[in-house]
Nanobody, 120 residues
Framework: QVQLVESGGGLVQAGGSLRLSCAASGRPFSSYAMGWFRQPPGKGREFVAAISGNGGITSYADSVKGRFTFSRDNPKNTVYLQMNSLKPEDTAVYYC?????????????WGQGTQVTVSS
């Protein structure tokens, strides 16, 4: 069982930056692939980024590529999503997720989400 707790959300102006964190508890953290997803107001959940267990492989949605960076610190059991050049369309609840294998989904464990609001 893995528990995930996101933090770092908030209100920011367009063009600004935020860094989301997701702290995990449970079995060895490096054995989990991790993902970030988001759910904009009135829309379904969408993929944002993924990272492999050792951090060596990353993947991003086209909408965030070049602006967001996904990283992990395995000794600290934490992943980070650095979000730069934020746009109003990035407004959403952001969720981190964990999958019990090296890379990719399906994701079995989810955090409670953290709100990101980007004002124009």
């Amino acid at each position: 069982q893995v528990q995930l707790v996101e933090s770092g959300g908030g209100l920011v102006q367009a063009g600004g930056s935020l860094r989301l964190s997701c702290a995990a508890s449970g079995r060895p953290f490096s054995s989990y692939a991790m993902g970030w997803f988001r759910q904009p107001p009135g829309k379904g959940r969408e993929f944002v980024a993924a990272i492999s267990g050792n951090g060596g492989i990353t993947s991003y949605a086209d909408s965030v590529k070049g602006r967001f960076t996904f990283s992990r610190d395995n000794p600290k059991n934490t992943v980070y999503l650095q979000m730069n050049s934020l746009k109003p369309e990035d407004t959403a609840v952001y969720y981190c997720a964990a999958a019990p294998h090296f890379w990719g989904g399906p994701y079995d464990y989810w955090g409670q989400g953290t709100q990101v609001t980007v004002s124009s």
